[in-house]
């Protein structure tokens, strides 16, 4: 009996092993025991080139991939890189958004929210797109924390009492406990790098919402990192606001350097026209010097390219 069992021995501490790493990534993925083998199969064995034909992912996609699905739907969105484009179509790219979500697509998950939370491709249902949220947030996306605090945002502004209210006290406190809800869901999404939470951030800081002191200090940190991440109006808030000295202290030069990034990623004539405007104000000297910061800063951005693929190859 000893020998058969030392025999057998390595097979049952291989079986011990596998039951523990089937429930390990069940959990983890927070995917059904049954569905792991297919999890398992598009995960490690099926690659998804985002780069691939319209009909090489359309194969795909029927065939249940949910990682081709996403990527399928998001190429019929601006989101995607111009050259990979199929053309934008709000419907086509929701109906593969929600059956990547239903997939068990985490990022897919937070899109659908988002599609629910602004009707887009559909129509509006705040209860599905809360839904959606709060499963993309158990897989750790980021932008499900976001998507959650933008549905608590908008719970509170809705229910925000006018001062002549006869229950206006009553009726503020609920909405503090609102605002308070949406702040903590941004300031999770900011902590995992959602770059619109950290806009948020940076408003609620420089607002005072409840639960949140006003901060400019911290406001701008906020506003500089999600201008860091290729956020376009947080860098316009950043040009704008040293210009005019709204919540920080004046300063051309980093006026100039921000608005120079966003001519280069913009293109827009009114962003060229106020950089004229900043060099009839300033030296030579502290041009040149805002135009090797603006540069350097440039540099450091995701390129369009880059920031675009980054979507497409979204974590499951």
């Known amino acids: ?18 039951v523990i790493l089937t429930v390990n990534w069940s959990n ?20 998804v080139n985002p780069k691939a034909s319209p009909a090489e992912l359309l194969k795909l996609a029927e065939g249940g991939n949910s990682m081709a699905q996403y990527v399928y739907a998001l190429r019929h969105t601006p989101y995607a890189p111009v050259d990979l484009q199929i053309n934008e179509d709000k419907v086509n790219a929701f109906k593969w958004t929600l059956k990547a979500a239903e997939g068990g697509h985490s990022r897919a998950m937070a899109v659908a929210s988002l599609y629910y939370f602004r009707g887009d491709g559909t129509s509006k249902d705040v209860a599905k797109a809360r839904d959606w949220a709060e499963k993309s947030v158990k897989k750790g ?5 976001r998507m959650l605090g933008d549905l608590a945002k908008k719970a509170a502004e809705d229910q925000k009492p006018a001062p002549e209210d006869a229950r206006y006290k009553h009726k503020l406190v609920e909405y503090e406990k609102a605002m308070k809800e949406a702040y903590a869901h941004y300031e999770d999404g900011s902590a995992r790098g959602d770059r619109v939470a950290l806009r948020m951030m940076s408003e609620g800081h420089e607002k005072g919402v409840p639960g949140m002191p006003r901060n400019y200090r911290l406001a701008q940190e906020y506003l500089i990192r999600a201008a860091m991440l290729r956020d376009n109006i947080s860098i316009r808030r950043l040009a704008d606001r040293y210009e005019t000295g709204e919540r920080l202290d004046v300063d051309l030069t980093q006026a100039y350097v921000w608005r120079l990034v966003l001519v280069e990623l913009e293109r827009k004539p009114k962003d060229d026209e106020a950089l004229t405007g900043l060099e009839k ?6 041009i040149r010097t805002a135009q090797a910061e603006a540069k350097k800063i440039y540099d450091k951005l995701p390129t369009e390219a880059a920031d675009a693929l980054t979507m497409l190859r979204a974590s499951r």
């Open 1 to 18: 009996m000893l020998r058969t069992f030392l025999r057998l021995r390595p097979y049952f501490y291989g079986t011990f092993l596998a």
């Open 28 to 47: 983890e993925w927070n995917v059904e025991v049954r569905r792991l083998p297919a999890e398992i199969y598009e995960r490690w064995i099926v690659r």
């Open 141 to 145: 996306q980021s932008m499900g924390y």
């Open 281 to 286: 104000k300033m030296k030579p000297s502290e």
